[in-house]
């Protein structure tokens, strides 16, 4: 019985190590005005193939003498490389301004915006905004965006930077240095913070 208990007990011992040694998180300042305002931890979970991405974001920034408390939360779901469900959720000083989620069935996916659902007449979805923590978008020209709920654009503008437009003029740039997410831009006409992994 004592040797079934310690061998019982190894085998969890390996296996908490092998799930601990596929974890990937990474930890970013939120800059504004060159000042940190804020926090984004992103984790991986998973294998090549089969993994869960999150992210928490939280911002405290002064803006045209008033005070912006933001948070965000996203998740992304992906089996044997296809996104399988994934979900969007931000707020500011408490109103909630996005609360999108998408969901694959079957064949085809079909997302919700916060009030409505419908179906989005596109093939399978292998790399979204999260996607780009982890890799640097090599030979991509098009990525889903789960705040925006279609494909957009993905340029690589000078080596390494890539911009995403967004709505209203928005847009991201992502910086990549030896594969990895070093910085995010994020602008919009009223504003512009950065994300610089720590």
């Given amino acids: 019985m ?19 040694g596929q974890n990937t998180v990474q930890y970013y300042d939120v800059i504004h005005n060159d000042k940190i ?5 992103v984790k991986k979970t ?7 991405i999150t992210l928490n974001f939280s911002a405290d920034i002064t803006f045209l003498i008033k005070r912006v408390v933001i948070l ?6 992906f089996e044997n490389g296809v996104l399988k469900s994934g979900s969007v959720f931000r707020q500011a000083n408490d109103k909630i301004k996005t609360d999108n989620s998408i ?3 079957g064949n085809s996916y079909t997302v919700h915006d916060g009030h409505q659902s419908h179906a989005l007449p596109i093939g399978e979805i292998r790399n979204n905004m999260l996607s780009l923590f982890f890799s640097e978008p090599r030979k991509l020209t098009s990525i889903y965006s789960d705040s925006q709920q ?3 654009n993905l340029k690589e ?11 209203n003029e928005s847009s991201s740039t992502y910086i990549f240095q030896n594969g990895q997410c070093s910085r995010i831009i994020l602008k919009s006409d ?4 950065q994300l610089v992994r720590k």
Avoid: W
């Fill in 2 to 20: 004592n040797n079934y208990c310690i061998s019982a007990l190894a085998f969890l011992m390996f296996i908490s190590t092998m799930s601990y």
């Fill in 37 to 41: 305002v804020g926090s984004t931890i």
């Fill in 46 to 52: 998973g294998s090549d193939q089969n993994f869960v």
């Fill in 72 to 77: 965000g939360k996203e998740h992304a779901l």
């Fill in 103 to 105: 969901k694959y069935l």
């Fill in 150 to 152: 279609k494909l957009v």
């Fill in 157 to 167: 503008v000078t080596p390494h930077r890539y911009v995403i437009p967004g709505n």
């Fill in 190 to 193: 009223l504003l512009s913070i």
